[in-house]
């Protein structure tokens, strides 16, 4: 693994949870580059733990799409296919696209304050350059417009779609062309909750979806 996985444990968090962290980050960032097998014993080395929770932690990647197994090969970081993006970002855009209709009719001005301090953040992120925290940023500023929907399951599904879709923000918000035109959809969604236009802040979200759908897939054509 070339020694740059860091385990980050704490005392309240069980082994196998922080294991599984530091695996799901390096896949997410591209670390662990899609077909690179999990070897359990070398996994263990590296991170100063027993075999067990590296391998519980394989376990839950896989459930996550994160992992396959492979058969005579095991465990290796799943590829990156063009039907995977398809599916997942084709129920974010219903999913982002419902939040931020509701957030239209329920937003608190404390929730649309919440969104504009985080469009405002994923624009700081993008003038210092650091793709961790643009990411970051990015994740946070949907998930202000979901948790201003004051609906729990859709903020719940927000949540655990984060890791999938994250690993896409990593392969297009690399380009900073990408990140500029990002910061401009946004604007155009919070002006929309903003004004309580329910037809525009929904159409504003399907068109950011879709064109992020349209660019990561010209990477990955279709049957590649």
């Known amino acids: 693994m070339n020694g740059y996985l860091k385990l980050e444990a704490d005392e309240f968090t069980p082994l196998r949870d922080v294991v599984c962290k530091t695996i799901r980050r390096a ?24 075999r067990t929770p590296v391998r519980e932690a394989i376990r839950e990647l896989e459930q996550e799409g994160l992992v396959i197994m492979r058969p005579r090969r ?19 855009m219903i999913t982002d696209a419902l ?6 009719e329920r937003a608190t001005d404390d929730d649309i304050k919440a969104i504009e301090d985080a469009a ?21 500023f949907h998930a202000a417009i979901a948790n201003a929907s004051h609906n729990k399951k859709l903020a719940e599904i927000n949540h655990d779609m984060e890791d999938q879709v994250n690993r896409y923000r990593y392969e297009t918000l690399r380009s900073p062309d990408v990140a500029h035109i990002a910061i401009e959809e946004h604007s155009k969604i919070v002006a929309a909750i903003k004004s309580r236009d329910r037809e525009q802040a929904v159409l504003a979200t399907k ?5 992020q759908m349209e660019g990561f897939l010209k990477k990955f054509p279709e049957g590649e």
């Open 27 to 50: 896949i997410l960032t591209g670390q662990m580059a899609p077909g690179t097998r999990l070897l359990e014993v070398h996994l263990a080395q590296e991170l100063g733990v027993s």
């Open 120 to 140: 405002q953040g994923f624009i700081d992120a993008v003038k210092g350059g650091s793709i961790h925290t643009i990411i970051e940023k990015d994740t946070l």
């Open 74 to 92: 095991g465990a290796e970081v799943a590829s990156i296919t063009a039907p995977q993006v398809r599916d997942v970002l084709e129920v974010r």
């Open 99 to 104: 939040a931020t209709e509701l957030s239209c």
């Open 207 to 211: 068109k950011h979806i879709a064109w």
